[in-house]
Each structure stands twice: as C-alpha cells, then as structure tokens.
C-alpha cells in the first residue's frame, strides 16, 4: 500500500479512536453510579474521584484497542469487543500497580486475601469453566480455540491476582468495592469466553453448558447490592 494511503488510514482510523475516547470518557456521574452499583452508597467526592480515575485508565485504552484488534479476530466484533474488554483491563491494573500519592490509612494497608475480592463459589465456576473448555477442546483436537481459551484464562487469572495486590489508594469502602468490581467482571468474561470457545457446537449437550456458562457470567459480574462486612 503506498505511504499516502496508509498515513490516510492511520489519520481516519484515530480520529475515529478519539472520537470513541471523547464519548467513553468518564466524570463525576459515572464515577458516582459505578460506586452505587457495586455496593457504596452516597459516595463522597474522593471516592468518586478514585472511581473517576478507575473508569479513566481502562476507557483511555478502548478504542486503541477497538481499532488494532479487528485484524487479529478477522473483523469479528464480539471478540474484539471482549478481547478490547480484557485487554483494558489488563492493561488499568498494571498502571494501578504504583503506589497511591499521599498518606494512606493503616486499615488500608492490610493485605486482603483472593477470597474476600472474589468469593470462593465465583472462583469455582471461574475454575471449573476454563478445566471443562480446556478438556473438550483438547479432546476434539482444536488448537486454535484451546490456544483463545487458554490465553483468556491467563489473561483473567492475571487481572484478578493485580486486583487483589495493587497498592491502597482513598477510602476503604470504594478500593475494596473497585477492586471486586475488576476481580468478578475479569471472572465472568472469562467464564462467558472460555465456554463460548469450548462447546460452540450444534448439539444439545454443548447448548446446555453455553446456557450454564451465560448463567454464570451474569451471576458472576452482577453489580453488589451492598459490601461484605470484610469492606
């Protein structure tokens, strides 16, 4: 492709980047919702703050993403979209693995086991997800897919265990809820791909278990009515 056409298509493909950016970018309303949906009423302005700064490093990286994905999934939308959602992910805990600026308080500083982020049942079907997938798909011999599979697998793994070491930062209350709120929604993407790789096949059997695995994705990423008393 001659240079002239390529600047033109690099040009085209990040204005659209930035317009995306410019309608993802998150304020103070945003911050404030996502707080009152994973469990934190009545937040105050540091807290929704630290919810901003949150939603900010995972959009910053989306529609970069959105756009240089597509080629790797053959122009897939649903797996760019979810591979855009990980990724993101992925990326915004590793950012957050800096230490928070500013004092923090001692009760931040307490190290939180994997359970008291992401409870035992949701860390089970997480598990029991990827082992079934993984075994089906090694059994009828599909290396591409168990080569997605397992990718997914590590991907989550990896933002659940940044979730649960990254540095405290503000109040108690919104880290924990932000921190279970990255661990569940990397478990049940996981969950949703996983399965969607492994029994995506016209028979009754692998309709039931992509069925469970929708069931599990919803009831995994469900938005916590309150905080557990650990909070």
């Not at 995972?58 to 122009?75: E, I, K, V």
């Not at 090694?138 to 990896?158: E, I």
Request: aromatic fraction near 8%; glycine fraction near 8%.
């Amino acid at each position: 492709m001659p240079w002239n056409n390529v600047l033109a298509v690099a040009l085209f493909t990040g204005l659209i980047g930035l317009a995306i950016l410019i309608v993802l970018w998150p304020g103070e309303r945003h911050g404030k919702r996502l707080l009152e949906r994973w469990g934190v009423p009545e937040p105050d302005a540091a807290e929704v703050a630290l919810a901003v700064r949150y939603l900010k490093r995972r959009r910053l990286w989306y529609p970069w993403l959105f756009l240089a994905l597509p080629p790797l999934f053959g122009d897939t939308t649903t797996g760019s979209v979810v591979a855009t959602l990980l990724l993101g992910g992925l990326l915004a805990e590793l950012l957050a693995q800096r230490p928070a600026r500013g004092p923090r308080r001692e009760a931040d500083l307490t190290p939180r086991p994997l359970t008291a982020i992401a409870p035992v049942w949701v860390l089970v079907l997480g598990a029991v997800a990827a082992a079934g997938s993984v075994a089906h798909l090694v059994v009828t011999a599909q290396w591409k897919f168990l080569a997605l599979a397992a990718g997914t697998t590590v991907v989550c793994a990896a933002i659940t265990a940044l979730a649960v070491r990254r540095p405290a930062a503000g109040a108690a209350r919104a880290d924990f809820a932000l921190r279970c709120r990255s661990a569940r929604v990397a478990i049940g993407l996981g969950i949703g791909v996983v399965t969607s790789l492994g029994w995506w096949s016209p028979t009754v059997v692998s309709f039931l278990v992509i069925v469970a695995g929708v069931a599990a994705f919803l009831a995994v990423t469900a938005p916590l009515k309150r905080l557990p008393a650990a909070a």
